[in-house]
């Protein structure tokens, strides 16, 4: 096959029918579906949060009244957790990524996985339909008994909910038999991509804990349309019962949202790095650890509401313990880091930045962990800053990192790397700017979810405000400068980092539509990179890929059609 895409059959350009894409059973091009109306979703929810903090500038009433502003929170949080921060490192780049880098042609259950997709779309319109219904409130939690007694529009955000969580147990499914049956010969465990154990340990979460959230936002839907007692207290329910059922699963969601983030960070470490992660296993077994343990600490959500004392203290020492196998990836990231030969490439800025912001929030989690301090700080703007040091410092800027070191491979072309740099400076101090001074106005006693606070908080506020906008700005430059690349983008070359992993194996710049054009053998493991030092130069040239690599990469068998 020749080496220029653009002359040869790929994914891309093999069938460029309307239909073909709305039907395709390609794990690649589902990955694409999945990118443009993540994206969307993503604008929209980000959009929205420009408008809280803009009502947020100043003390009183400035663009909304409260009603409106519960509303747009209430769609931000439902629309940025549910249909953005959950599904979009796994549907995206778990999607396009996972079988090639097993050496498989797709996923064990295509059809299963496009179904995915359309219960995933289907789910976001059910949400976004309650706008048309009514007032939309209650917050992203639908705590009981308010959510049931707001309103008719919470009957159509629940049921979108547990619409798409049916979508992630689907891809949980699929990703799980596919790592397990569709490895390609000498692909052992031990030789895994540390990318492909995030995915395998987010998926176990998504099968295991997501039935609980389907279930209780259906029982949250009978409640309120037939007027059965469950969680309402004026019917003979229990609101902390909600509080427990929502919690088991939304706790386990957070390690949805961060264990693929992990997983790119290890790619971009790694390849950044020039050398094989430190303690390869650790790393890989502390997903597992994650997400055994991610299921037992949903009670620390709960030390207010009125648990027993020795519940929470076993609440609060779990927590504790969750932050040791944590620790252990950040720990070997940097050891990899001083080990290794860094290259400060657009995406590994994205990974050092993930240090940073995701290790402050896990520093906050440990300290709401402590009973007395959770006591203090819970409700208040500190649990708002911790939040989102977590989800955005963690998982968004893990997943910028993944789509600029996967773009290349995603479209054939390369981005503008300076303006790349700029982007991820912008990122870097709007989004302090933003929250850090949530952490002291938090600390101060400001409660969160308020339309209105006093105006001894008004300065920091404003901080605030101004580091959306700063924020907003390099987003807005991320997706100027991406979009630019798919119509004046340079050519990438088949492997311009330099990597290791089967993706990059190909000799064209776009995979073929079934991948492999042979079944590869493994024969190393993903991150040995002392086997190919040639390959690590500031500017690979050509594809990328070495002769002295073939001996690595075997293929067997005849071409597939």
Not at 192 to 201: D, I, K, Q, R, T
Not at 543 to 551: F, K, L, M, Y
Request: hydrophobic share 50%; no cysteine; charged share 10%.
């Amino acid at each position: 096959m020749s080496a220029d895409a653009s002359t040869s059959v790929n994914y891309l350009n093999h069938d460029r029918s309307i239909k073909s894409w709305l039907l395709t059973l390609d794990h690649k091009r589902i990955g694409i579906l999945y990118l443009v109306v993540i994206s969307l979703v993503f604008l929209g929810a980000g959009i929205l949060a420009l408008f809280i903090r803009l009502e947020q500038i100043a003390p009183g009433q400035d663009i909304m009244g409260p009603d409106a502003y519960n509303q747009i929170f209430t769609i931000h949080g439902v629309l940025m957790v549910f249909a953005f921060i959950i599904p979009a490192i796994p549907a995206i780049l778990g999607n396009f990524v996972l079988p090639m880098q097993l050496g498989a042609k797709d996923v064990a259950f295509p059809r299963l996985n496009l179904l995915s997709f359309y219960l995933y779309v289907g789910g976001a319109l059910i949400v976004l339909s309650a706008l048309l219904v009514g007032r939309i409130d209650g917050g992203w939690t639908f705590y009981a008994p308010y959510s049931i007694r707001v309103g008719d529009s919470i009957l159509f955000v629940t049921m979108g909910v547990f619409v798409m969580g049916f979508s992630s147990i689907l891809t949980g499914v699929n990703f799980i038999v596919t790592i397990h049956k569709m490895r390609a010969p000498g692909l052992t465990w031990n030789r895994l991509p540390l990318f492909v154990w995030s995915l395998y340990s987010t998926a176990i979460v998504q099968v295991l804990a997501t039935p609980v959230i389907g279930i209780t936002v259906l029982l949250l839907f009978l409640e309120r349309l037939l007027g059965i007692g469950i969680f309402d207290p004026a019917l003979g329910g229990d609101p902390v019962l909600f509080q427990h059922f929502f919690w088991f699963y939304s706790h386990p969601a957070v390690y949805v949202m961060i264990l693929p983030a992990f997983g790119i960070i290890s790619e971009l470490i790694g390849t950044f790095s020039r050398h094989r992660i430190f303690g390869y296993r650790f790393v890989a077994l502390s997903s597992i650890a994650i997400a055994f343990l991610g299921a037992l600490v949903w009670g620390h959500h709960l030390f207010v509401a009125g648990q027993s004392a020795l519940a929470s203290t076993v609440f609060s020492l779990l927590t504790f313990l969750i932050g040791i196998p944590t620790g252990v990836k950040v720990v070997n990231w940097v050891v990899t880091m001083h080990q290794g030969s860094i290259q400060l490439r657009t995406p590994m800025l994205y990974a050092l930045m993930f240090l940073i912001l995701f290790s402050i929030g896990g520093f906050t989690g440990i300290m709401l962990g402590v009973l007395p301090i959770d006591i203090h700080l819970h409700d208040t703007y500190f649990i708002v800053a911790h939040f989102h040091y977590v989800m955005v410092g963690g998982n968004v800027i893990a997943a910028l990192g993944g789509l600029h070191y996967w773009w290349p491979k995603i479209t054939g072309k390369i981005f503008n790397e300076t303006l790349g740099r700029i982007a991820a400076g912008l990122i870097f101090v709007g989004f302090n700017l933003t929250f850090f001074p949530q952490f002291i106005t938090g600390s101060r006693g400001m409660p969160r979810r308020y339309y209105d606070y006093p105006v001894e908080f008004e300065s920091l506020n404003q901080l605030s405000t101004y580091g959306s906008w700063v924020l907003a700005a390099g987003m807005f430059l991320i997706a100027g400068y991406l979009l630019h690349s798919l119509f004046k983008g340079k050519k990438a070359s088949a492997n311009p980092w330099g990597s290791l992993t089967l993706e990059w194996t190909h000799t064209n710049r776009l995979p073929i539509p079934h991948n492999f054009e042979r079944t590869p053998i493994v024969t190393r493991g993903a991150y040995d990179f002392h086997l190919a030092k040639d390959l690590f130069k500031d500017e690979p040239s050509g594809n990328g890929v070495d002769s002295h690599q073939v001996p690595d990469l075997e293929q067997e068998g005849r071409p597939e059609a």
